[in-house]
Structure formats: structure tokens, C-alpha cells
């Protein structure tokens, strides 16, 4: 079974703080993504990546990054976290290259993130 | 921007109960994923469909591809307690990689 791993479940920080959320894969699949999940707005895609040192943007990237130094490891960073970035974090990865929409999605069981 | 609309967003039915999720697009989706996600987890996939017109089964959960693979339905017979849950429908786009868009989620109570 691939098992996706998010490092933390809850995480308080304060306004302005550089947080970084990390997710790690057993898998070894190419394909990485973050989301992050509001009430009424299902998922929306922050970052993912295709390899490792690659990154692309999603649907809504303002304020975050995103690393990938190993296939296994996708971090994502919050470079001033504000108010508005209070949210529940998903991580996933995905097998299959190029365009292997098709692939199920694998989920970690998120963190849920709190800025004061 | 690609959107897929989910409804209703809430369901509460007696356990018994036959319901219906729907999920709309003015787009075409080269697939259409639902997924369930519990309270402290993440979504599980629940099937996948890929050509229009798929009908895919799953026990008691029926799963449709609209012909023209803008639209889906998930259709629950007799529901169950266990049910219960957050359901998710996620499009793949064309030419997009293995981006997904999600539609916003039905959260479904059975009641016993």
C-alpha cells in the first residue's frame, strides 16, 4: 500500500513565521502535489511537482513555495504565514509519468495548520 | 479556469435511503475520479471513469461518466451509517499532466 506521510497533524504559528509543512512517499512515485482544503471549496492545487528539483504552480501559489531535493520529500513553505493561510494541508503523490491523469491520487491525512 | 460543480453540499438521510451526488462542468475531462474522505484522513480514491457513458459499480455505489464527459453522478442504494462522509469528485483535464480539479464536496450524514 502507498503510504503518504505528512509530518505534522496540527501546527499553531503566529503571523510572519516561516513554516514549512513536510511530506514524505514510500512509493516512489514521480508525482507530487499540495492542496490545501476549506469549508464549500473542496481542494485547491498550491504546488506540484512532475521530479525531483522540479515545481510547478497550481491554482492559487500566492505565499507559498515548494521544494523537492529527493523523489521522496516535498516540503511546502509558507515564507510569511498570515491569518488567511489558516487552513487544512493535504500532500499527495501519484504514479505514472507525463500525462498519467488517469492514476489514482494518494493522500496523507493532512495537517491542519493554525495561524495567530 | 475549469470548474466542477458538486451538489447538493449537504445530505442528511435516514439509513435506508437512495440519494444522488452530482458533479457538473461546462468543461470536458479526459476522467472523472470520486474519492471519500473521513474526519482525520485524507480522500481514498473510490473509482475512476474514463470513457463516456461509463457505468462502474461498487457494492451499493453507482457510479456515472455523462456521454459528453463533462458531467458525473454517484448514486448511493440503501444507505448505510458507514456511508457517512465527505465525497469528492476530481476531473482530469485535458493536456494539464495528471492535474485534478475538485469539485467542492458533498458532505453526506446517514443517520440509523
Known amino acids: 500500500d502507498v503510504k503518504v506521510t505528512q509530518s505534522s497533524r496540527y501546527l499553531v504559528k503566529r503571523t510572519g513565521e516561516k513554516v514549512f509543512l513536510e511530506c514524505v512517499q514510500d512509493?516512489?512515485?514521480?508525482?507530487m502535489f499540495w492542496y490545501r482544503q476549506d469549508p464549500g471549496l473542496g481542494l485547491r492545487l498550491i504546488y506540484f511537482s512532475y521530479d525531483v528539483k522540479m515545481k510547478e504552480k497550481g491554482d492559487i501559489p500566492e505565499g507559498y513555495s515548494v521544494s523537492r531535493e529527493k523523489k521522496e520529500r516535498f516540503s511546502l513553505i509558507l515564507e510569511s504565514a498570515s491569518t488567511n493561510q489558516t487552513s487544512m494541508y493535504l500532500c499527495?503523490?501519484?504514479?505514472?509519468?507525463?500525462?498519467?491523469?488517469?492514476?489514482?491520487?494518494?493522500f496523507g491525512d493532512g495537517t491542519r495548520l493554525s495561524i495567530l | 479556469t475549469q470548474l466542477l460543480e458538486q451538489s447538493p453540499q449537504f445530505l442528511s438521510i435516514q439509513e435506508g435511503e437512495n440519494l444522488t451526488v452530482y458533479c457538473n462542468s461546462s468543461?470536458?475531462?479526459?476522467?472523472l475520479q470520486w474519492y471519500r474522505q473521513e474526519p482525520g484522513e485524507g480522500p481514498v480514491l473510490l473509482v475512476t471513469v474514463v470513457t463516456g457513458g461509463e457505468v462502474k459499480k461498487l457494492k451499493r455505489l453507482t457510479f456515472q461518466f455523462g456521454d459528453a464527459r463533462k458531467d458525473s453522478s454517484l448514486h448511493i442504494t440503501a444507505a448505510q451509517p458507514g456511508d457517512t462522509g465527505l465525497y469528492l469528485c476530481a476531473g482530469g483535464p485535458y493536456n494539464q499532466g495528471g492535474k485534478l480539479i475538485f469539485g467542492q464536496g458533498t458532505e453526506l450524514s446517514v443517520k440509523p
Open positions: 499527495a503523490s501519484r504514479g505514472g509519468t507525463g500525462t498519467g491523469g488517469n492514476q489514482p491520487q494518494h
Open positions: 512509493m516512489d512515485h514521480e508525482n
Open positions: 468543461s470536458v475531462f479526459s476522467s
